[in-house]
């Protein structure tokens, strides 16, 4: 991607490609595509959550889909 | 994180690529009004495509293809005639809207003539500089914002930069970066190099907001010590979509421009009005004052004492295109994040065959005015003085009448610089 400079990418290609595999597809509205040229899903973190902000051209859905492991109720008091 | 296809179609900005064509939807700076006088004929670069820039005898500008449609010579090395631009190499000459209107050495050539026909964009002035649109007909109106039209002294440094539009724009809302690269950074660098770097820059941000708006995106912050009360929140600035950030203070109204000549390089201005209250006449200008800033030494280092060189370095060593598909960005970079939601929602209109509804208007305005913060970080004149010295108007050939400028403003608001080395010098009139 970044000519003539290494960005450092080629350290975490194993995990860069599992959180490509992570990000949604498929718009939560419409069921159109949301990869490529259908719309935009940009994934960023919250703490330990991550976070896919996700667009679609088709129907207009915009929202935030959290990627989990676990469903967690509330937290113990200490 | 991006996909890398996402990434490309947000960077490209060749004809024919998604990005390319709505970028097309918009005007740019091409060059200086100044330049064009000293010589009528300039090339020019702009979203991957080469371009000849000329003023014409009555005073309005043409630009067409550089490549002559006859046998591809450059018609930036034409001759400037009072109905278009004359091809140096056969002499077939070109009017404004690119019709070809002479063939010198062809027989029939009214046939041959109405066949043939180059690539022509529009071009106006505004603010001293000379503005092209490349995009399809009908143009869009050229916005006559408030720093290109109202009174005052005006100062451009500029300087061509080999890194992708986009990244210079992501960081016009990244509000985060100010308090660190701007304050830590810069005071690091006064420690170790013997400077007292600008104080107002190292304010911690308490809060951030976004909000989309008619011409891109408004940015508020709230620093320590400070409220939604001040002009920092209340008011903010916009990055004005798609190519430019307004900011200013104390004074002095920016719009900072970054022109996508292609996809690797960006002509990054700073266009500053300075009109300090207390003043309301200014030296007699002709033209702004247009200069280049420095940023790279001649070891090839980036030049970092001042605070656009501090933004170039973070622009440029993120590498020609930065790859999005190994950041890790988090919600302190949500301005970011509507950035590129918003660039790919007017992408998609383009693409369907729609206007963009973000920074484009077919209604013509003599005046447009942005919102912009008057105070600042809430400083005065030590941060309009803090602007001057730690800025790129440090390499402008007029610092010394800016400095001027901003001190009798201030003296005639019974404001005085905490520096004695301002306190002392005398006003420019």
């Known amino acids: 991607m970044t000519e003539g400079r290494l960005s450092g990418s080629h350290w975490w290609d194993q995990d860069r490609a599992a959180h490509l595999a992570d990000r949604p597809r498929f718009c939560p509205g419409c069921g159109g595509s949301v990869t490529g040229s259908e719309g935009i899903s940009v994934e960023y973190w919250e703490a330990d959550r991550r976070v896919y902000h996700t667009w679609c051209s088709s129907c207009g859905w915009a929202g935030n889909i959290v990627r989990i492991q676990r469903m967690v109720g509330h937290e113990p008091e200490d | ?429």
Request: with cysteine.
């Open chain 2, 1 to 429: 994180m991006l996909s890398k296809e996402q990434n490309d179609r947000l960077t490209r900005v060749g004809p024919g690529t998604p990005m390319g064509e709505l970028l097309r939807r918009y005007w740019y700076p091409v060059a200086f009004t100044r330049q064009l006088d000293e010589w009528p004929i300039r090339r020019v670069r702009l979203l991957g495509e080469d371009f000849a820039l000329w003023k014409t005898p009555q005073g309005g500008y043409g630009i067409v293809q550089e490549a002559c449609p006859h046998r591809a010579a450059s018609l930036v090395y034409g001759v400037v005639e009072e109905d278009g631009l004359r091809c140096g190499y056969h002499g077939w000459k070109f009017d404004c809207s690119g019709n070809c209107i002479e063939q010198p050495a062809e027989l029939g050539k009214t046939v041959f003539m109405r066949n043939v026909k180059a690539f022509a964009g529009k071009a106006e002035a505004l603010g001293g500089m000379v503005w092209a649109y490349i995009g399809p007909d009908p143009a869009p109106e050229l916005p006559r914002f408030d720093v290109f039209v109202d009174p005052g002294f005006v100062d451009v440094g500029h300087s061509m930069l080999p890194c992708s539009w986009l990244q210079i724009m992501e960081n016009s809302v990244d509000p985060h970066h100010v308090e660190w690269l701007h304050g830590r950074y810069f005071e690091f660098l006064g420690a170790q190099q013997g400077f007292v770097a600008p104080k107002s820059f190292q304010k911690k941000h308490l809060r951030v907001g976004f909000d989309p708006m008619e011409w891109g995106i408004l940015k508020r912050r709230v620093l320590e010590g400070h409220t939604e009360e001040d002009d920092d929140w209340a008011v903010g600035h916009p990055l004005v979509f798609p190519h430019s950030m307004r900011v200013g203070g104390a004074g002095i109204d920016q719009m900072q421009i970054r022109v996508p000549i292609d996809d690797t390089t960006t002509w990054a201005m700073f266009y500053s009005n300075h009109h300090p209250e207390g003043l309301d006449a200014y030296p007699e200008q002709i033209y702004p004052v247009d200069y280049e800033y420095q940023w790279i030494d001649h070891q090839g280092r980036h030049i970092v004492d001042y605070i656009e060189g501090q933004d170039v370095m973070a622009w440029v060593s993120q590498g020609k295109i930065a790859d999005r598909t190994a950041e890790h960005i988090g919600k302190s970079d949500i301005g970011v994040i509507m950035l590129r939601r918003m660039f790919r929602a007017q992408m998609a209109r383009v693409e369907a065959g729609e206007d963009p509804t973000v920074g484009f208007t077919r209604i013509p305005r003599q005046r447009i005015e942005l919102p912009c913060e008057k105070k600042k970080f809430g400083a005065g004149i030590d941060f309009a003085l803090a602007w001057l010295d730690m800025g790129s108007t440090r390499y402008s050939p007029a610092l010394d009448t800016l400095r001027k400028i901003h001190l009798e403003a201030a003296r005639a608001r019974g404001e005085v610089p905490s520096s004695d080395e301002y306190a002392v010098r005398q006003p420019f009139s």
